[in-house]
């Protein structure tokens, strides 16, 4: 029986801490502690030893050494059942040490700071915290080891119940220690691959995520699969979504949310966005929500059955009443009003999220996985300014059409490439998606908005490399067109546009999505 007789207690996060010890002090254990800790509990009137007691030897160097030391770490370290383990504790008068509950350092929540020095970061690197720590997860089989405030109740509880924490229980607090002190030196390794002007691509990607949630399946039912949540974020976006109806969120669901959200997120005024398959069916904006969501859905309302709905402002009564009226899988926006509530939610199913809009982010990545790698790429969160776009055309767009070009150049950047965008009046008319060429990307695009197209503008979100799709525009009556340019044919589509009396704008920036 594995029965604590000894614990040494040394935490930067101090929740909780006073009433473990009480609690283990009534169990009989005693206590060892370092500095701070030793403090508040010796403050509230429980027997604690001072580490350097158990040492001998002061600390010194402000800190840096007062655990690092052999009747610290033979404690920890020893083999009970080994009879040289046991020899050598005899000899040297080692006590051992049965439970070690340590929290290192507060270095990530220093150097978020934004007046944080190099000197203020590397004091904040926590080194006798990780060698305890590490020396009894190693040493689960006999020692438990506790690096998070919320388990301090469960080992508690098992001590009470049985005398000792189970062994399973040791290992599973010995994985969660190796995690913590993984993730302790990541964020160390990011920090300095930092400051050594690395920048978003250092040596050796360190990337810390923790599981939110197993899920059903992946992207077909024979695919096992989970959501992991960046450690420690807490910035806007999907992955701190607040559920507030309707099932758990499959992955389908969740890379459908993330792709609608980010599209809504690209208009200053009120929009609405619905994707399937990580396209948009339909996008619209409009003086209201409600306005720019039926925009949304008249675009393609085939499509829009089962799809995800993205809208950039708080869902008020009118839109909710209208979405109501469909089959959504779910519904993301920053808000819902209370009237919104009380219509959407009498669909038990419909997901309905609450979150912040995401933000450009420039230190954001963008993985990809391959066999036995990952690619690794700034997201796209980039647009090209009017003012460096280029017409390259004879006609010049007009006003109105300048307007829609813009509408349909945002739009195209979330679609997969190839990608055509046909639009007018603030929202989609067609969109043609993920195709091989672009003539075909254009023709299902314009044959989506059919006579709608006459009158309205093409974005493409890369250049074109012959004449054809400007000519298939023309024919269907499109006006103005806007593309990256950059074609060893440029000249070619410039010509068929003049001919057809088209306005071209070149943007100088593509938006290939694979």
Request: aromatic residues 8%; hydrophobic residues 45%.
């Given at each position: 029986?594995?029965?604590?007789?000894?614990?040494?207690?040394?935490?930067?996060?101090?929740?909780?801490?006073?009433?473990?010890?009480?609690?283990?002090?009534?169990?009989?254990?005693?206590?060892?502690?370092?500095?701070?800790?030793?403090?508040?509990?010796?403050?509230?009137?429980?027997?604690?030893?001072?580490?350097?007691?158990?040492?001998?030897?002061?600390?010194?160097?402000?800190?840096?050494?007062?655990?690092?030391?052999?009747?610290?770490?033979?404690?920890?370290?020893?083999?009970?059942?080994?009879?040289?383990?046991?020899?050598?504790?005899?000899?040297?008068?080692?006590?051992?040490?049965?439970?070690?509950?340590?929290?290192?350092?507060?270095?990530?929540?220093?150097?978020?700071?934004?007046?944080?020095?190099?000197?203020?970061?590397?004091?904040?690197?926590?080194?006798?915290?990780?060698?305890?720590?590490?020396?009894?997860?190693?040493?689960?089989?006999?020692?438990?080891?506790?690096?998070?405030?919320?388990?301090?109740?469960?080992?508690?509880?098992?001590?009470?119940?049985?005398?000792?924490?189970?062994?399973?229980?040791?290992?599973?607090?010995?994985?969660?220690?190796?995690?913590?002190?993984?993730?302790?030196?990541?964020?160390?390794?990011?920090?300095?691959?930092?400051?050594?002007?690395?920048?978003?691509?250092?040596?050796?990607?360190?990337?810390?995520?923790?599981?939110?949630?197993?899920?059903?399946?992946?992207?077909?039912?024979?695919?096992?699969?989970?959501?992991?949540?960046?450690?420690?974020?807490?910035?806007?976006?999907?992955?701190?979504?607040?559920?507030?109806?309707?099932?758990?969120?499959?992955?389908?669901?969740?890379?459908?949310?993330?792709?609608?959200?980010?599209?809504?997120?690209?208009?200053?005024?009120?929009?609405?966005?619905?994707?399937?398959?990580?396209?948009?069916?339909?996008?619209?904006?409009?003086?209201?929500?409600?306005?720019?969501?039926?925009k949304a859905y008249q675009a393609d309302?085939?499509?829009?059955?089962?799809?995800?709905?993205?809208?950039?402002?708080?869902?008020?009564?009118?839109?909710?009443?209208?979405?109501?009226?469909?089959?959504?899988?779910?519904?993301?926006?920053?808000?819902?009003?209370?009237?919104?509530?009380?219509?959407?939610?009498?669909?038990?199913?419909?997901?309905?999220?609450?979150?912040?809009?995401?933000?450009?982010?420039?230190?954001?990545?963008?993985?990809?996985?391959?066999?036995?790698?990952?690619?690794?790429?700034?997201?796209?969160?980039?647009?090209?300014?009017?003012?460096?776009?280029?017409?390259?055309?004879?006609?010049?767009?007009?006003?109105?059409?300048?307007?829609?070009?813009?509408?349909?150049?945002?739009?195209?950047?979330?679609?997969?490439?190839?990608?055509?965008?046909?639009?007018?009046?603030?929202?989609?008319?067609?969109?043609?998606?993920?195709?091989?060429?672009?003539?075909?990307?254009?023709?299902?695009?314009?044959?989506?908005?059919?006579?709608?197209?006459?009158?309205?503008?093409?974005?493409?979100?890369?250049?074109?490399?012959?004449?054809?799709?400007?000519?298939?525009?023309?024919?269907?009556?499109?006006?103005?067109?806007?593309?990256?340019?950059?074609?060893?044919?440029?000249?070619?589509?410039?010509?068929?546009?003049?001919?057809?009396?088209?306005?071209?704008?070149?943007?100088?920036?593509?938006?290939?999505k694979h």
């Amino acid at each position: 029986m594995m029965k604590i007789k000894r614990a040494l207690l040394s935490v930067s996060d101090k929740a909780g801490i006073v009433e473990f010890a009480k609690a283990l002090h009534s169990l009989g254990v005693e206590l060892v502690s370092t500095g701070g800790t030793m403090k508040v509990i010796k403050e509230a009137g429980i027997p604690v030893t001072y580490v350097s007691e158990v040492t001998g030897f002061p600390e010194i160097m402000d800190g840096r050494v007062k655990t690092l030391n052999p009747y610290i770490h033979g404690g920890i370290l020893a083999i009970r059942d080994n009879p040289a383990h046991q020899a050598a504790m005899a000899e040297h008068h080692i006590t051992g040490i049965d439970l070690v509950a340590v929290n290192l350092y507060p270095f990530r929540q220093t150097v978020a700071k934004p007046d944080v020095t190099l000197q203020d970061a590397v004091e904040n690197i926590d080194i006798g915290g990780p060698a305890m720590i590490r020396a009894a997860a190693k040493n689960f089989h006999y020692v438990t080891v506790v690096v998070n405030p919320e388990r301090y109740e469960a080992v508690i509880a098992q001590l009470k119940a049985g005398g000792e924490v189970a062994f399973d229980n040791r290992m599973a607090l010995a994985q969660e220690a190796f995690s913590h002190t993984a993730a302790y030196d990541a964020y160390i390794s990011r920090y300095l691959s930092g400051q050594l002007g690395q920048g978003l691509f250092p040596q050796t990607l360190h990337m810390v995520y923790e599981k939110a949630q197993d899920l059903r399946y992946g992207e077909n039912p024979h695919q096992a699969a989970a959501f992991y949540r960046e450690q420690y974020y807490t910035g806007p976006g999907v992955a701190n979504a607040k559920q507030l109806n309707g099932k758990e969120l499959s992955f389908n669901n969740i890379v459908d949310v993330e792709a609608a959200y980010a599209l809504a997120a690209e208009f200053a005024e009120p929009a609405a966005a619905i994707i399937k398959h990580t396209n948009p069916c339909g996008t619209g904006i409009g003086a209201t929500l409600a306005e720019a969501y039926s925009k949304a859905y008249q675009a393609d309302p085939l499509s829009a059955y089962g799809g995800i709905i993205a809208l950039n402002r708080e869902v008020d009564q009118e839109t909710a009443r209208q979405i109501s009226e469909l089959f959504a899988e779910a519904v993301i926006a920053p808000a819902f009003s209370q009237e919104a509530l009380d219509i959407l939610t009498k669909k038990k199913n419909v997901r309905l999220l609450a979150a912040a809009l995401p933000q450009p982010d420039s230190s954001r990545l963008d993985v990809k996985s391959v066999a036995g790698g990952i690619l690794s790429q700034q997201t796209d969160m980039t647009t090209a300014p009017q003012a460096d776009m280029k017409v390259i055309t004879k006609r010049q767009p007009t006003a109105a059409e300048w307007e829609q070009l813009l509408f349909a150049w945002k739009v195209v950047k979330h679609v997969k490439s190839n990608a055509i965008v046909v639009a007018n009046d603030n929202k989609t008319l067609g969109v043609g998606a993920g195709q091989m060429n672009r003539v075909g990307a254009a023709g299902i695009a314009l044959a989506q908005a059919g006579d709608q197209a006459k009158g309205a503008v093409l974005a493409s979100d890369a250049f074109f490399p012959f004449g054809d799709t400007v000519k298939a525009a023309g024919e269907a009556g499109i006006t103005a067109i806007i593309q990256p340019g950059g074609s060893v044919h440029d000249e070619d589509s410039i010509k068929v546009a003049d001919e057809l009396g088209i306005a071209m704008v070149f943007t100088g920036m593509r938006h290939f999505k694979h």
